[in-house]
């Protein structure tokens, strides 16, 4: 196994890049490799693609069109192994290379440069949401009740169009395990946050914010054998980052939300209106999960009896609860205006995750109909004499490609040789030579070399020309 690149530890002026290639060169965060599809006795090995941060830009903010492209995947993944270090995790069992990362992960100079990565991902990552957020007409907490309750009835009666793909599928139990991953990706990261903003001296001007949180997580911990059983249902374990290279972007991003608002404790009031949002949406999905699971996976689903019931009083009561007594002390509109915008970032990133779900799972399950298309769009450009930019790549066998998005459309062109291209935990793809397959932009793939040697090429395809052909 190849060493990984050795950084000298950076200053804070340093360019940002550096320090995020030097965040990136540990061990644990290393390029998976052939049997790292899924790592599920191994808690501190997060892959990252650490190669790619050659090109990327980390020194400015993500705008919002791009959030689901390569740098904000990247990005999130970094941001995860950054908020995850201050928690324990302990492995099934011990192994040299689980002793190894753990050392990695948990050592003095990962702690070092994760306080320099984090302000760089955080500011890369979520300055987006400043030009996303509608704010309050009105700063008041009669105001804030009103935009509250009024969301939960929108949601309430509008399908989700996530979950809603997963039952239209072909494969329902291919889709059904990918939206189970998801769901691992961030609900045990939130409420991890959620457990970490406990931890506070809050009583001087909130008696009861500290039990209401802490009562919070106590509801997680007490529901987690049934999470355990739902996961084991499917064939899935519970430990963290198992399934590290099919989390989505977008799922990652939702845990890491939660934590960026735990974590920076200056964001308290956006930390509650993010909590409050969490309630709404687990509430919200709580029956169409219950339905899904039990359908597509016939899995134990009394994971989903947990939880907060939500009613319009009860929401009102709600938001009463956790801002009435900082009102009394700082003030309406600074408490307000912080709790409406942490709700509101919450919402952009579930909108978020809703999307791209349906997206990928639709792709997902319609394979043939991609390469279909790929078939089409080579043959057009071949007999229209059409030049465009490809990359080539020849890898050797067992070389694995790190799951990953492109910020463009591409074909996968295989000139010689044979590879598994994957998607998720349930199957793999088998491409040989002369196969082709359309990869759009964003779609969450990996693969691994089956041959000696396989010859590949991935023409990169414009908006317009795949409008024009497909």
């Known amino acids: 196994m190849a060493q990984a690149k050795e950084y000298a530890l ?21 390029a998976a490799e052939w049997d790292e599809l899924t790592t599920e006795s191994n808690p501190y090995r997060r892959p990252v693609r650490p190669d790619d941060l050659a090109w990327l830009d980390y020194s400015r903010p993500l705008p919002s069109a791009d959030a689901l492209k390569l740098s904000g995947f990247l990005g999130h993944r970094m941001l ?44 890369h990552l979520f300055t987006l949401l400043d030009g996303e957020r509608t704010p309050l007409r009105t700063p008041t907490r009669a105001a804030l009740e009103r935009h509250v309750v009024g969301y939960f009835e ?11 793909a997963v039952l239209d599928t072909k494969d329902k139990r291919a889709a059904a395990t990918f939206l189970l991953l998801q769901l691992s990706a961030f609900t045990p990261a939130m409420n991890t946050a959620v457990g970490r903003a406990a931890l506070g001296e809050y009583e001087l001007a909130h008696e009861t914010l500290r039990t209401l949180l802490v009562d919070q997580y106590r509801d997680w911990v007490v529901a ?47 930390f509650l209106g993010a909590l409050m949002h969490k309630k709404i949406d687990e509430a919200l999905n709580r029956d169409r999960l219950r339905a899904v699971f039990a359908e597509c996976l016939q899995t134990g689903t009394a994971y989903f ?33 912080g709790f409406h915008r942490g709700f509101a970032d919450a919402t952009w990133y579930a909108d978020l995750w ?30 229209e004499g059409i030049e465009i930019d490809l990359d080539t790549f020849v890898e050797s066998s067992e070389e694995t490609s790190t799951t990953h998005v492109h910020d463009e459309h591409r074909l996968v062109v295989i000139e010689a040789g044979q590879m598994h291209f994957w998607n998720n935990v349930t199957h793999k793809i088998e491409l040989n030579q002369g196969d ?15 041959s000696g040697e396989c010859t590949y090429h991935q023409p990169i395809i414009p908006d317009d020309l795949l409008n024009r052909i497909v």
């Not at 929108?154 to 809603?164: L, Q, S, T, V």
């Open 224 to 270: 987690s054998p049934d999470y355990g059983k739902l996961l084991a249902g499917a064939g899935l374990k519970t430990a963290a980052a198992a399934y590290w290279q099919l989390y989505m972007n977008s799922s990652l991003a939702r845990g890491n939300h939660l934590h960026h608002l735990s974590a920076n404790r200056e964001h308290l009031f956006g």
């Open 354 to 383: 809703e999307q791209d779900l349906w997206e990928q799972v639709t792709w997902a399950d319609s394979i043939g109909e991609y390469q279909d298309k790929a078939r089409k769009i080579d043959k057009y450009l071949k007999d």
């Open 80 to 123: 995860r192994n950054v908020y995850d270090l201050d928690a324990l995790y302990l492995p099934p069992q011990d192994g040299a290379a689980v002793r190894a990362d753990r050392e990695a992960f948990y050592c003095d100079r990962n702690r070092e440069l994760s306080a320099l990565a984090k302000p760089v991902l955080e500011q």
């Open 305 to 337: 009896e947990n939880g907060y019931e939500v009613t319009e009083a009860g929401l009102t009561t709600r938001v009463g609860q956790l801002l009435a007594p900082l009102v009394d002390r700082y003030g309406e509109q600074v408490v307000v205006e």
């Open 436 to 450: 082709k397959l359309l990869i759009p932009v964003s779609r969450l793939h990996g693969s691994t070399v089956l």
């Open 154 to 164: 929108e949601r309430k009666d509008r399908p989700h169009k996530g979950i809603e």
């Open 10 to 30: 950076p200053s804070e002026e340093q360019n940002p890049n550096e320090i995020l290639k030097a965040f990136a060169a540990n061990r644990a965060f290393r």
